[in-house]
């Protein structure tokens, strides 16, 4: 599918405070390939053949063994029916496989629709009759769920074929796996039933026989359709072309300093945009070697980096407060590290502090949204600022604007974030109404309304102050949960913190914190004790009025804490 409209964006970069802390090594725009995401992968393996790409485990796969594990399997599926511009589901954890079925995909001409595993099978009829979906690759795990799905729906929108992998497939005897995942990677499941279709078990389909395309996409051609939640209503499919990703592939190894040396964590589920673009689309275009980790566990981090000396590591500042509190940590050796950074939320300022303190990391802080292709907003990482969304990424503009009247705010006052670059998506599947108002005109271009808050300081740096629908209003004052959230942090006995609105008879609304103590202070630390470090150290009008103290807050599969989950079971509680 060619998205006419969707031609890269040439963005002519003004002077802004910002550069004046701009990278001095790089140029404010770029001029990505103009050839598809699948040449990433063929020039790679021409150069470096032999080398590590993929490593799982105690198993590493060769460049020159994906491409041809993803040419095979791009036979398959163009022998199954699979024509450019077909979308395919990829429902899986994070392994080789993924990528190689990742890659396959675009090898066969047709659209990845990355779906996260966590969903179950009433959510995953959306992923099939939305984007017309007739085949699909996923995870043995996760195929009972999805079989499920299928069987709900009517035949006409049913799956027609299935390709079925399982992770220890790709893990060797020696694998140094965490005990609570025994069972769940080595357990081999039955290759199951498609009422009207056929299944293949992995090998089968990459013994496959077949002979891919001719590999013909452009620049303007669909690849990925990644899905994203709104605050109201279905999932709604991002289009993004092989132009949108490329340039933040692109950008982000030029950004992180990118070499062919470099050793990448891919910890990130890649079912999502950061963990797709950051971690495997710009590691496949430098032609770095990709540890991947199937889910997030602190040991199996800590003894990664130590034992593959990994150069650069993007997560969500969750893991890295996890790791940090390992009783283990003084084991790991993270000095090979030469990059960290993330977003999903912010980092607290005494762990950011410990990590430059210990090992001269500075923490980059990052933005961006499944419809910019992850980053829209980087901190330089010679000029960091904490807690901040950093400064517009290459070839991107961003502004702040009122949301009602849509004029430039001054700086240090708060209102939406718009964007305007090559890596903002092309529009909604399928939704031309919530395309069309995704979108405004300013100063005579088209930009993408993000939906969250912030506000640029002096120097260009944007911090973000919440989501357009978060705020909380108590009798009339504002109160931006992310911001009592940053404070809460600084509490010695607080692990994690997540605030909410409760009702109140009298203020309307109220300010409620869900809060995960450290282990040390269970037991020792009471709700009252917080309520009251809080009147300490923040407006009043800011303090939560009720504490709720919770093992650990409910967190998506890429990490992010589901603000939305507490405030919807509020009421019941």
């Excluded at 041809?68 to 979308?87: K, S, Y």
């Excluded at 430098?286 to 199937?294: D, E, K, Q, R």
């Excluded at 450290?518 to 917080?530: K, L, M, P």
Aim: glycine fraction near 6%.
């Amino acid at each position: 599918m060619s998205l006419a409209n969707a031609a890269p964006v040439a963005v002519h970069v003004q002077p802004r405070p910002h550069h004046r802390f701009w990278p001095k090594r790089l140029p404010h725009r770029i001029s990505p390939p103009v050839t598809s995401l699948w040449h990433n992968l063929v020039v790679s393996a021409q150069r470096y053949p032999d080398k590590p790409a993929l490593v799982f485990f105690d198993q590493q796969l060769s460049y020159r063994e994906l491409q041809a594990q993803a040419e095979r399997l791009a036979g398959h599926l163009h022998a199954q029916g699979v024509r450019a511009g077909d979308r395919v589901v990829l429902l899986m954890q994070n392994c080789p496989q993924w990528i190689v079925a990742h890659y396959a995909i675009l090898r066969a001409n047709a659209v990845v629709v990355p779906v996260n595993p966590m969903n179950r099978a009433e959510e995953l009829k959306h992923y099939i009759t939305d984007p017309d979906v007739k085949v699909a690759v996923c995870a043995a795990d996760l195929a009972g769920d999805l079989l499920k799905a299928n069987a709900d729906l009517p035949e006409a929108q049913r799956l027609s074929h299935l390709v079925v992998a399982h992770y220890h497939d790709a893990i060797g005897p020696q694998a140094d796996i965490p005990p609570a995942w025994v069972d769940w990677l080595a357990k081999r499941h039955p290759l199951p039933a498609l009422p009207g279709g056929s299944v293949a078990d992995w090998a089968d389909a990459l013994a496959s026989s077949h002979t891919a395309p001719v590999h013909d996409r452009q620049p303007a051609d669909l690849c990925v359709l990644p899905y994203t939640s709104g605050t109201t209503g279905l999932p709604k499919g991002c289009m993004h072309t092989h132009a949108s990703i490329m340039h933040n592939a692109v950008a982000c190894s030029l950004w992180t300093g990118g070499t062919p040396e470099n050793v990448s964590l891919v910890v990130v589920p890649m079912f999502h945009i950061t963990g797709m673009v950051v971690g495997m689309h710009a590691g496949i275009y430098t032609g770095a070697t990709l540890v991947i980790m199937p889910r997030w566990d602190r040991e199996l981090a800590g003894r990664q980096i130590s034992a593959w000396r990994v150069t650069h590591w993007s997560n969500i500042p969750t893991m890295v407060i996890d790791l940090l509190a390992s009783p283990r940590f003084d084991q790991y050796d993270l000095s090979s590290l030469v990059f960290i950074g993330g977003g999903g939320a912010a980092m607290p300022q005494a762990v950011a502090q410990r990590l430059f303190d210990q090992f001269s990391l500075r923490y980059a802080e990052g933005y961006g949204l499944t419809e910019t292709a992850a980053p829209s907003h980087n901190n330089p990482p010679d000029a960091p600022k904490q807690q901040c969304l950093g400064i517009p990424f290459l070839s991107t503009d961003a502004r702040v604007v009122d949301p009602e009247t849509l004029q430039e705010m001054p700086v240090g006052e708060a209102g939406e974030i718009i964007i305007r670059g090559p890596s903002v998506f092309a529009g909604y599947w399928k939704r031309p109404d919530a395309t069309e108002a995704a979108f405004i005109e300013f100063n005579g271009e088209k930009y993408f309304r993000s939906g969250d808050l912030g506000k640029v300081d002096e120097d260009g740096y944007f911090f973000i102050t919440d989501r357009l629908k978060r705020m909380i209003n108590a009798s009339g004052f504002k109160v931006w949960p992310a911001e009592v959230e940053a404070l809460m942090f600084r509490h010695p006995a607080i692990a994690e913190a997540c605030v909410i609105s409760t009702k109140d008879a009298y203020r309307g609304e109220s300010v409620k914190a869900v809060v995960v103590l450290r282990d040390s202070a269970r037991g020792q630390t009471s709700e009252q004790d917080i309520l009251d470090w809080c009147r300490e150290n923040m407006a009043v009008y800011k303090c939560p009025r009720v504490v709720q103290f919770v093992d650990a807050l409910p967190k998506s599969g890429s990490g992010k804490v589901m603000w939305r989950l507490l405030q919807e079971q509020e009421p019941a509680a």
